[in-house]
């Protein structure tokens, strides 16, 4: 064959064809020959859960419900809102969570079968998981409006006088709100107790009657006494009164019992009564101011600028059915050496449990708590089917935490849930620390005595929201319906 270009192409194409063959074939074979691999199984991922989750809608469809989804701390990114929560940033401490144990609250439980109401006490005052953890109360000095009838304890006729007190007694309470104080004391021993009057006796005031008038000034001394002497009779009963105020809503003549004090009343009968007295008696119970409404800040503020009676008052304490929750960082910023306290807020018969919920989570519980309240307080704990027992006079349309229908029944209410969102987690010693509002999202963080961290939610928008708790640089995803509440628990 003459050797041409032509003849060398072509018979480097045909050796390219047979290779191409032979590589084909041999490939073919080691496929047919080559045993099947099951490839491995991945085991599914499995993601801890960081985050306890309790939720109560609006609804009534879940009521303080242990949820239980997952909820793990993560750093995915996402586009929702964020909750940032620092415990570096520390604010106040927290006594307490509660209700006022009225007389007629003492009157309907007390009518429960001795198993059904160990099992009530149980749940409101002890400690296990099944309980909500209530550590402090507010009781009346004598009848408040939602006792069955009206009485002090130094009731004597009109026109006479009983200078030494002879005549004091605590009887028409012993087999009522002392009685039941001493069982929820043997269940819980270190709940605090806030003592009230709504009245002084009749015959130390201007006008005798329950209703209005003021305290003769001719019987400041005298009255001071009757503060020191309920004191030291309460704790020979076995019951510790960590705090008092002087008066309950002392600008308010049209409650039953009810009774006037200006702050520059109050600031005298502290600094030149009440506050020596308890001095001279060596007692440690602290005295509180005002304990009214939002709107009239300048009465604790009134008070507080008195310099003799600047040290004998601890706080002040308020309510809010007029004003805003604000005005309490209003007088804490004035005065931040002093306390503040949040101590009555009634849920009404004609109101919603969708809409007390929100407005209450989101001023009585996180309200009170951001602008630096020690403690939040429901108004009364318990009372039946017809919102009785109340004074002729008295509150006939507030709602207890729970309604006892018969000696073996009772039904919880919206303010049960409203201070168990915050007791159940949040125990005496807490601090609240830093957390930042995001949209509709109020909240208010803590760090617990053992470490635990607790974040209350609730969305006061109509929406669901989603959105991210973020602590320590991580964060885990959730959401809330709108109305809802969530508690949220982590180490």
Not at 86 to 91: G, I, S
Not at 270 to 292: C, E, R, S, V
Not at 472 to 479: E, I, P, Q
Request: glycine share 6%; net charge negative.
């Amino acid at each position: 064959m003459k050797l041409t270009l032509k003849n060398i192409l072509k018979a480097l194409f045909f050796a390219l064809a047979i290779f191409a063959q032979v590589k084909c074939s041999s490939s073919n074979d080691a496929v047919e020959n080559t045993p099947s691999v099951t490839p491995p199984v991945t085991p599914p991922v499995t993601v801890k859960n960081d985050v306890d989750f309790w939720l109560t809608k609006g609804d009534q469809t879940v009521l303080l419900a242990k949820q239980t989804g997952t909820l793990g701390f993560g750093t995915t990114v996402n586009g929702y809102l964020n909750i940032e929560v620092n415990a570096a940033q520390k604010y106040q401490t927290v006594d307490g969570f509660g209700y006022t144990l009225t007389g007629g609250s003492a009157d309907v439980i007390n009518q429960l079968n001795t198993t059904k109401k160990a099992a009530l006490l149980q749940e409101l005052f002890g400690s296990s998981a099944t309980s909500i953890g209530i550590s402090y109360i507010r009781i009346s000095i004598g009848a408040s409006d939602l006792h069955a009838d009206t009485f002090t304890y130094n009731d004597i006729p009109n026109g006479d006088t009983d200078l030494n007190l002879a005549k004091f007694s605590l009887d028409k309470d012993k087999n009522g709100v002392i009685a039941l104080l001493k069982e929820i004391l043997a269940i819980n021993p270190k709940i605090l107790i806030l003592a009230t009057p709504w009245t002084a006796p009749l015959w130390m005031k201007t006008e005798y009657s329950f209703k209005a008038g003021r305290l003769q000034t001719q019987y400041y001394d005298v009255y001071a006494k009757y503060f020191v002497k309920y004191i030291q009779e309460m704790k020979a009963e076995g019951i510790a009164i960590d705090a008092i105020t002087p008066q309950n809503e002392p600008l308010n003549p049209y409650n039953t019992p009810s009774m006037e004090m200006s702050a520059l009343e109050q600031a005298d009968f502290i600094k030149n009564n009440l506050g020596p007295a308890f001095q001279t008696a060596n007692l440690t119970t602290k005295i509180i101011t005002y304990d009214h409404n939002c709107d009239v800040p300048n009465y604790p503020k009134t008070i507080l600028a008195d310099a003799a009676a600047y040290p004998f008052v601890d706080g002040s304490a308020f309510h809010l059915y007029a004003g805003n929750i604000n005005a309490l960082s209003n007088v804490y910023n004035a005065y931040p050496d002093k306390n503040i306290y949040f101590t009555e807020q009634y849920t009404s018969s004609k109101g919603s449990f969708a809409g007390d919920l929100k407005w209450h989570l989101k001023n009585v519980v996180i309200g009170s708590m951001r602008n630096w309240s020690r403690n939040a307080l429901e108004w009364n704990l318990a009372n039946n089917s017809n919102f009785e027992p109340h004074t002729n006079g008295g509150c006939t349309e507030c709602k207890g935490a729970l309604t006892v229908t018969s000696n073996d029944s009772f039904q919880r209410n919206v303010a049960y849930y409203i201070i168990a969102h915050a007791s159940k987690f949040v125990p005496t010693g807490s601090i609240r620390i830093d957390s930042n509002t995001s949209g509709s999202l109020q909240n208010v963080a803590f760090i617990t005595p053992s470490g635990s961290k607790v974040l209350i939610v609730e969305n006061d928008g109509s929406a669901t929201e989603m959105f991210n708790i973020k602590f320590d640089g991580k964060w885990v995803t959730t959401s809330l319906d709108g109305g809802a509440v969530g508690t949220y628990t982590w180490q």
